[in-house]
């Protein structure tokens, strides 16, 4: 897949204005071969309050959110965290749900600040309301950069379609599997999770796959 595809450069963020036009769909933000990032708090906090929006959505919905949160200077814990919730609702309208993701942005960004810069566990994590098991994961492998294996509904279709496990198709099984199989590395990481995504995003098909995941 890396052959055909090549580096994904992600997570997304917003001050990154080329594309990678080896991707389907949205394909700006995107930062192939540069591991480096994120390269700041305001940084990891885009990344986090973007796997909260993206939830039951696209990305291209999440980043019209965080585009309105950026040009309205709130794309910040401070900011969302004293923000009106109606404000900030109407601010992430696009990605959908928005009355229930607007107060998990304001919970999630008293949390963010509690912090004080520094890095979460996984339990601290999905002690928050509104944050599960997939979200988490992609918290701290993308923000945090801890290798974590994201578990999403593109992994689990790939498994499906490709044969190559046995087990019940539950979030740790799955994780469990790749984690097992796969080199601990944050770039191996992050790169066979965003590849399973484009992969599927291309030749998944829902219907052509086995039932119970």
């Known amino acids: 897949m890396y ?4 580096p994904q450069g992600w997570w997304p963020l917003l001050e990154f204005n080329g594309v990678n036009p080896t991707k389907t769909g949205n394909l700006k933000g995107y930062h192939p071969l540069d591991y480096s990032y994120p390269k700041n708090e305001i940084q990891k906090f885009e990344i986090c309050i973007g796997a909260i929006l993206t939830q039951n959505t696209t990305w291209a919905n999440t980043e019209k959110a965080l585009i309105n949160l950026e040009k309205n200077d709130f794309l910040n814990p401070e900011r969302i965290a004293s923000c009106e919730l109606d404000t900030l609702k109407g601010l992430i309208r696009s990605s959908g749900y928005y009355n229930q993701k607007a107060i998990r942005l304001k919970i999630f960004s008293e949390f963010f600040m509690d912090l004080k810069g520094k890095t979460p566990n ?4 999905l002690s928050v309301k509104g944050i599960g098991p997939e979200t988490c994961d992609s918290m701290l492998l993308y923000a945090y950069k ?3 294996f994201v578990v999403d509904a593109y992994t689990k279709r790939f498994l499906a379609r490709s044969d190559i496990f046995d087990g019940k198709f539950n979030y740790y099984d799955v994780k469990a599997f790749f984690e097992k199989n796969l080199e601990r590395d944050i770039i191996i990481f992050q790169e066979f999770h965003a590849l399973i995504v484009e992969n599927e995003k291309r030749i998944g098909n829902k219907n052509n ?3 119970g995941y």
Do not use: Q, S
Request: no cysteine.
């Open 3 to 6: 052959d055909k595809y090549g």
């Open 146 to 148: 801890i290798p974590t």
């Open 122 to 125: 996984r339990d601290e994590l």
């Open 209 to 211: 796959v086995k039932k």
